[in-house]
């Protein structure tokens, strides 16, 4: 299994990098970790679009959701069959979210965040293709400020700072005297716009992570902002509750 991952996956993704370093980087590995991010989100655009846009349907759909279930709080089949019905009104998979990460995101992160910790050491470039070609020497640092092979409390905090954004514009708005009427899980949901980024810091900084994994997170966050802002737009013209 982790031979097939290497495949697929890591070694594919580590020649991109090399590559975009040795032609579109301007000699800069901060720079081609830019790029092969971006290059990643768009390639994989319709996958992040879907399971962020079905997300933030439903959570404009929260008040329709709590009002069946509590109308039919007594009959399991009726309020199943009113949710279902209520989600292909909205073309909505409330599993979307789920299986994309599991299936999609989560491999992929993985992958990518051992080619940014492992670098372009000796042993990791005994992965590259025939095609490839072995870069001389290598720029480790971003703008020429940064180095990429140490922790940054900078670039953590700008990743962070993204990743709220991101968060928060994914929630739709809500009176303050409805606060007290939210779900468990709709205040969970609220609290990690606040936790994430908190989390995030805690690992990119004090968990010692090189800042080439900082500006792959602070680019992807980047990325999900402009991606929400076009979501919300769309779902606010198109009249979805709550938008």
Avoid: C
Avoid at 25 to 44: M, P
Avoid at 94 to 101: A, V
Avoid at 163 to 168: A, D, I, N, P, T
Avoid at 210 to 224: C, N
């Amino acid at each position: 299994m982790s031979n097939l991952f290497h495949e697929i996956l890591y070694r594919p993704f580590f020649n991109a990098l090399i590559f975009i370093y040795q032609n579109f980087s301007f000699g800069d590995f901060g720079i081609a970790i830019i790029f092969l991010t971006i290059v990643i989100r768009f390639i994989l655009f319709p996958f992040f679009y879907k399971s962020a846009k079905d997300q933030a349907i439903l959570q404009r759909l929260a008040p329709k959701i709590k009002a069946i279930q509590a109308e039919h709080k007594n009959d399991r089949e009726k309020q199943a069959k009113e949710m279902l019905a209520l989600y292909r009104q909205h073309e909505v998979n409330p599993l979307s979210g789920f299986f994309f990460i599991i299936l999609v995101q989560l491999p992929i992160l993985i992958a990518l965040y051992q080619v940014f910790l492992k670098g372009f050491s000796v042993e990791s470039l005994t992965a590259l293709y025939s095609f490839i070609e072995k870069p001389e020497s290598i720029n480790v640092f971003f703008l020429g400020i940064i180095d990429l092979t140490k922790t940054s409390l900078f670039m953590a905090a700008l990743a962070a700072i993204a990743q709220y954004f991101q968060g928060k514009l994914s929630l739709p708005k809500i009176d303050p005297k409805d606060v007290k009427n939210l779900t468990p899980i709709e205040r969970t949901g609220r609290q990690m716009v606040y936790i994430g980024p908190v989390l995030t810091i805690v690992f990119l900084y004090f968990f010692k992570l090189s800042s080439a994994i900082a500006i792959f997170w602070l680019t992807t966050s980047i990325f999900s902002v402009i991606q929400q802002v076009i979501i919300n737009k769309r779902l606010k013209d198109n009249g979805t509750p709550g938008a």
